[in-house]
């Protein structure tokens, strides 16, 4: 259980009165996430809801064929609740872990109970799904009309901005899976970023250089996703 003098570095929970996250503490368990994990797979019971302090979380969606294409990520602006916010029980995507770290955890059940007895919550929740439905529905945009090199440098920034490291300890397979593509055409896209010396390769990490440079090479999408994921309370890195 959280410690009595934890503050959450997830932002929802942040944004929360004092008091209704009081009552809410007792509920929630602090977890590790390691690479790669699935935390609920598709067609899976929608059993617990996640909320991301420094671990990323993908929301994929998996193809009869099992390969998977991202639709969306949440960070520590968000929770992977929206599913229950709807009043779903069986997950209709797989959360998947994309950068190791911690989350706060909680049953669905007393997520919907939080739902009810906490009116804040309530609202914050809601407003949460709205910014999460724009976000996914921005990303399937940016999917169908922009290209790779522009995907791939907003995929890159969203996933900075919700890590603490300019390093993102992922391979290049996961990459290409995320954004639905042959593992040499996101080999050679990274190669492009390498040259230009916005990127640095590793083996299974890939470091930011120049974000600055990144932004230039996405397309308009990366500033919309921004702008529509602030909450009222401030993130150091969402801004």
């Known amino acids: 259980m959280l410690d009595q003098l934890h503050r959450p570095r997830n932002r929802l929970l942040f944004a929360l009165p004092p008091a209704q996250f009081q009552k809410l503490r007792p509920a929630l368990d602090t977890i590790q996430c ?47 609740g929206v599913q229950a916010v709807l009043g779903a029980k069986v997950s209709s995507v797989r959360l998947l872990t994309q950068i190791p770290g911690t989350a706060m955890r909680m049953s669905r059940r007393a997520f919907a109970s939080a739902m009810n007895a906490l009116p804040d919550f309530k ?10 439905l724009d976000q996914a529905l921005v990303s399937g ?32 397979s996961l990459l ?26 590793a083996r ?18 990366y500033h919309r996703l921004r ?3 602030r909450f009222s309370v401030p993130d150091p890195v969402m801004g």
């Open 123 to 132: 609202a914050l929740m809601y407003e949460y799904a709205q910014a999460f």
């Open 176 to 201: 290409a899976e995320m954004l639905g593509v042959q593992r040499p055409t996101m080999t050679a896209a990274l190669g492009e970023f390498e040259r230009a010396g916005l990127i640095a390769g």
């Open 34 to 80: 390691t690479r790669d994990q699935v935390l609920i797979d598709a067609d899976a019971s929608l059993d617990q809801v996640y909320f991301p302090e420094s671990a990323v979380v993908s929301l994929s969606t998996v193809f009869a064929d099992g390969t998977a294409v991202d639709m969306a990520s949440i960070g520590r602006e968000g929770c992977t």
């Open 227 to 229: 702008e529509r994921l």
């Open 204 to 221: 299974r990490q890939i470091t930011i250089l120049d974000r600055a440079g990144l932004a230039e090479e996405s397309c308009e999408c």
């Open 141 to 172: 945009a940016c999917n169908a009309a922009h290209q790779l090199n522009q995907r791939l440098a907003r995929w890159l920034l969203t996933t900075r901005d919700r890590g603490d490291s300019d390093t993102l300890p992922f391979t290049q």
